[in-house]
């Protein structure tokens, strides 16, 4: 079909499956702590894993599991064996908090080439314990993990199928950037991803605590530079957009030789690294498993994405991602909580036309918008809103 909003064959999918909103830690800074009690204790059903989803998956080419804590929903690691089985061609990623990802995990996540993300939050145990979750040996558990996952992918020659790491910035963590980002590149994480607790951005452009997330951007936007093209890591996503452009310019300034002596350790660790070449490895054996080919881009930023479409660049997720909840509704962003869709209007016969689904009035609506440049349904703080260049 022709109609540029119509998305037919949907063979780039990004599926965004939240598993269950239940999870098995406390974080000071979760943002799901103000959900109703009664969403908090929601997880998917089988009908919706096995049956309502099921036209979905083989025109994946991603499936990324969430919560919540994925690994909290009692189902979790049958229906990663049934994906794995079933649909070996998509990449199933998995995002959590890393207690449950134990050795009855790692042969699954090995085997099958799984995208492991893990919200690590602190470069060590005191850091977890004075600013995420204060419970003894929980980040030494996270941590043994992670560890032992990693010795396996060596021992298969897969280390750059690595996990992925990721901590929330807040006045409390901002001192902790250096050394979380020395610990990615000493324990030879594939990235390492920052989010800024979005509680301390005065909603105004400004942070509400400049003294420490000044720096903290500064810094970040220092080992960006520095990092280039070595080595992943994303951190662009809900700054405060006067933060940004003010300090971006400083560092942009900044003389090169100046930055790599400001962090010679850094620099140093990743001297080897190589994102392009990392990723080209990851793509040979993907290829070789008959996995659908990946780009930099969808590896890096799974939902953060623009495309081409009519000659210009738009953001991708009403194109081909949809995320799905327990309660079976469904929107086409992680980060936007309407519009979405009752899954329920579209059953018959106990399936769901998807392509029906995915093409409903609102979401052309929403293409439209897009591709004449109109976010305004979006969050100030994305990076795509502010980017959205045309071509
Ligand atoms: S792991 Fe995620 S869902 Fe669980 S408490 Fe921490 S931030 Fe919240
Ligand atoms: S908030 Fe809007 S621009 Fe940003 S990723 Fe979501 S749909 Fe795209």
Not at 25 to 53: A, H, T, W
Not at 234 to 246: D, H, K, V
Request: glycine content about 4%.
């Amino acid at each position: 079909m022709d109609n540029p909003l119509y998305c037919s064959s949907m063979d780039e999918l990004v599926i965004l499956m939240n598993m269950t909103y239940k999870c098995n830690i406390m974080c000071k800074f979760c943002g799901q702590r103000n959900l109703p009690v009664e969403v908090k204790k929601m997880s998917m059903d089988n009908e919706l894993l096995y049956e309502l989803c099921l036209p979905l998956y083989e025109r994946a080419k991603m499936i990324w599991l969430n919560g919540g804590e994925a690994f909290c929903h009692p189902e979790c690691f049958n229906y990663v064996q049934f994906l794995s089985s079933k649909y070996p061609r998509s990449t199933i990623k998995i995002q959590s908090n890393g207690l449950l990802f134990d050795s009855k995990w790692h042969n699954l996540a090995a085997d099958n080439l799984i995208w492991i993300h893990i919200s690590l939050n602190g470069s060590n145990e005191s850091i977890y314990a004075d600013t995420c979750w204060d419970r003894e040996g929980a980040y030494a558990k996270i941590k043994q993990n992670l560890d032992s996952y990693i010795a396996l992918l060596k021992e298969r020659s897969l280390i750059v199928f690595a996990p992925s790491i990721s901590m929330v910035i807040n006045k409390d963590t901002a001192h902790d950037i250096e050394d979380f980002v020395l610990l990615a590149l000493t324990g030879q994480y594939r990235a390492c991803v920052f989010y800024f607790d979005s509680s301390e951005d005065d909603k105004t452009g400004y942070f509400r605590y400049p003294d420490a997330l000044r720096p903290a951007l500064l810094k970040l936007l220092k080992l960006e530079r520095v990092l280039a093209d070595k080595f992943s890591m994303f951190f662009r996503f809900r700054i405060p957009a006067t933060e940004l452009s003010l300090i971006e310019k400083e560092v942009e300034a900044m003389p090169m030789s100046k930055l790599i002596k400001e962090y010679a350790e850094i620099s140093e660790l990743a001297e080897k690294r190589s994102i392009k070449k990392e990723h080209e490895e990851r793509e040979r054996v993907r290829k070789a498993k008959g996995k659908k080919a990946l780009s930099i881009d969808e590896e890096s930023k799974t939902s953060l994405r623009q495309d081409k479409r009519d000659n210009k660049w738009v953001c991708s997720a009403p194109f081909n991602e949809i995320e799905i909840s327990p309660d079976r509704t469904f929107g086409f962003c992680c980060l936007l909580q309407r519009p979405r869709f009752d899954m329920v209007q579209y059953i018959k016969d106990g399936s769901i036309n998807w392509d029906e689904a995915y093409n409903n009035a609102a979401l052309f609506e929403v293409r439209k918008d897009f591709l004449e440049n109109r976010y305004h349904i979006c969050l100030e703080g994305c990076p795509l809103k502010a980017a959205n260049k045309q071509i």
